[in-house]
């Protein structure tokens, strides 16, 4: 029968080697060769599109990367998507939302209006469009405008 | 109660409360916005009744477990606690903190980034606090006459709680390696450490309630313990699958989260066989429902739902839907809310002297609360499931989809208000007891 000493053994060496094996993933899934986070195409404009988008918790309502509360449409494929539905204006749609005075509330859901300046929006749709170049193992393909098709225009 | 510093915990369970009570306001009012209710869009648009709905989880939560280590560790070291009234500073530090924060979403103030909305410089003040606190635990801990696993594990919980929350406080520029070290504070808190935290309380609870031999509890605590790591830690894989990192995670995130029931089956079976096993029948009625329950519904909501979406052929439809909200509820509720809610129905009658053991108004609270949240739970899984075979098989656009699953968000209200219900007889039941006093200590357990 297992002993106390024994279980604990068991419980220390346990967390001490998955930590260690987490810890080499980790570094593994972040060296050259395996990186398909798109970093090399991170410019100044993402990165402040990417403040822009925490900085009004814009994942309080939408999602990205799969990842938000539900409440708003997935935007991992965003320009994409808008592109097919306005005949290639999907930018310039997202833009005009941004920098609305008036809450945008397309199928009833009212958005925040934030009123964004013309420079915020762009850098907003450059981390988009940065967002939609990575490779997200097959599941841009389930947010990607091919897997929406035309049938809800 | 053994000793007069124990009574800090209180405090500690009242403010827990208080906070559950705001959390479920801002609950209703993302539910009645599902619904097309959104009459407060003006003042509390949906990311802030989210943020602070969330946000308040965590802090009732911490609460609630800094409250059981002032209740808990004094009486496993067998020593008053060092220092009662900096327990008193970091009460209200931690308060002021939260409510600082919960302001700020209101006037767009926060990072925007899930569950880890806290402003920055507001991070820092939460790092102080938790030091404060951890300081007082640990110091009062290793100066006692005893140090003993339940009290360490617990300790080490809480430990290695605040050492993770470092991890989400690093900047970084790719939205992907944000995400990556974001999971390293939510996945390794809530399936890491803060099983630690559940079995170091559940270990403590089992011991009190039961009678059964504190050696073979503890021994099996180890256990426990040890699978919630052996498969919890590289389980954090199965947030990576579809965020832009290796498709290692696929392999490996597969694999580990689908190992992560284990440990929580472990501690259900522990939980109902230590209860069998022993010989003691505590007449605390109330506090064993809380505790077996908390061990039941852990596995069936932090174990079995979260096994229903976690292998990636399965996630790569569920990831970013409400099947995560319908997982997420009743994971929180069963795992963590019920043993906050446990150790504070064992420990009330013991700080306050009044023994309302058994109250019917007591055992309502336990069944609505529970009977509400499976229900909320069972909403959220249908609109979820929908949401899936809508959005992702049927591919209808994500606002059409929306509109067809509002009415399974009239249900989730209807239970969130029989969950609310039993809430607050819960705390009618708490304020029942009145406040704690030193007269408890000469009561006999």
């Known amino acids: 029968m297992l002993s106390k000493k024994q279980a604990r053994a068991f419980f220390l060496g346990g967390t001490l080697v998955t930590f260690l094996i987490f810890i080499g993933l980790t570094i593994y899934s972040f060296s050259k060769g395996n990186d398909q986070t798109n970093r090399e195409n991170l410019t100044a404009e993402v990165v402040r599109g990417k403040e822009i988008w925490e900085s009004n918790n814009c994942m309080g309502c939408h999602t990205l990367l799969g990842e938000g509360a539900y409440y708003a449409p997935e935007l991992t494929k965003v320009v994409d998507r808008l592109n097919i539905r306005y005949d290639g204006n999907g930018e310039t749609v997202i833009k005009s939302i941004l920098m609305s005075p008036s809450p945008w509330q397309l199928n009833g859901r009212k958005m925040v209006a934030y009123g964004m300046t013309e420079q915020e929006a762009s850098d907003v749709v450059a981390f988009f469009n940065w967002i939609g170049k990575i490779d997200l193992n097959g599941f841009d393909r389930v947010v990607s405008p091919l897997a929406k098709e035309k049938i809800n225009k | 109660m053994k000793y007069k510093s124990q009574k800090v915990a209180y405090w500690f369970f009242a403010l827990s409360m208080l906070l559950l009570v705001l959390q479920i306001t801002y609950g209703f009012v993302m539910g009645f916005a599902r619904i097309g209710f959104d009459n407060l869009h003006e003042f509390v648009p949906f990311n802030v009744a989210r943020a602070v709905h969330t946000n308040l989880l965590v802090v009732w939560l911490l609460s609630g477990f800094m409250g059981a280590a002032y209740y808990i560790i004094p009486e496993e070291a067998q020593r008053e606690l060092v220092n009662v009234k900096l327990a008193y500073v970091q009460l209200i530090s931690l308060a002021l903190v939260g409510v600082t924060a919960i302001v700020?979403?209101?006037?767009?103030?926060?990072?925007?980034?899930?569950?880890?909305?806290?402003?920055?410089?507001?991070?820092?003040?939460?790092?102080?606090?938790?030091?404060?606190?951890?300081?007082?635990?640990?110091?009062?801990?290793?100066?006692?006459?005893r140090q003993t696993t339940t009290a360490l594990v617990l300790s080490m919980g809480l430990l290695f709680a605040a050492l993770l929350y470092l991890p989400g406080m690093l900047p970084f520029d790719s939205q992907v390696t944000d995400s990556f070290f974001r999971w390293w504070v939510v996945h390794l808190w809530v399936e890491g450490v803060w099983e630690l935290i559940m079995g170091g309380i559940l270990s403590f609870l089992l011991i009190k309630l039961t009678g059964v031999d504190r050696e073979v509890i503890e021994k099996w605590l180890y256990v426990i313990v040890g699978l919630t790591f052996l498969s919890g830690v590289l389980g954090t894989g199965h947030h990576y699958y579809y965020i832009g990192v290796n498709k290692i995670w696929l392999i490996v995130g597969g694999i580990f989260s689908a190992l992560e029931p284990l440990a929580f089956l472990a501690m259900a079976l522990f939980a109902v066989n230590m209860y069998r096993k022993g010989e003691k029948k505590h007449p605390n009625k109330l506090a064993l429902y809380w505790t077996l329950g908390a061990a039941i519904l852990s596995f069936v909501g932090a174990g079995l739902l979260g096994f229903a979406h976690t292998l990636p052929q399965t996630n790569i439809y569920t990831h970013g839907t409400l099947v995560t909200a319908m997982h997420g509820h009743l994971a929180f509720w069963g795992a963590y809310g019920m043993i906050v809610l446990a150790i504070i129905s064992y420990s009330l009658p013991n700080m306050t002297g009044r023994k309302l053991y058994d109250s019917s108004r007591g055992r309502m609270a336990f069944w609505l609360a529970n009977v509400g949240m499976l229900g909320m739970t069972v909403a959220f899984g249908v609109a979820g499931v929908a949401q899936v075979y809508l959005e992702r098989k049927f591919k209808m656009d994500f606002m059409l989809v929306q509109k067809e699953i509002a009415i399974h968000f009239v249900v989730l209200v209807l239970c969130a208000s029989i969950f609310a219900t039993g809430i607050i007889l819960y705390i009618i039941d708490f304020y029942k007891h009145g406040k704690p006093s030193d007269e408890a200590l000469e009561i006999n357990e």
């Open chain 2, 104 to 145: 700020g979403f209101h006037f767009n103030i926060w990072e925007g980034r899930k569950f880890l909305e806290i402003p920055r410089p507001l991070d820092y003040l939460v790092v102080v606090n938790v030091l404060l606190f951890l300081g007082l635990i640990l110091t009062t801990l290793f100066k006692g006459k």
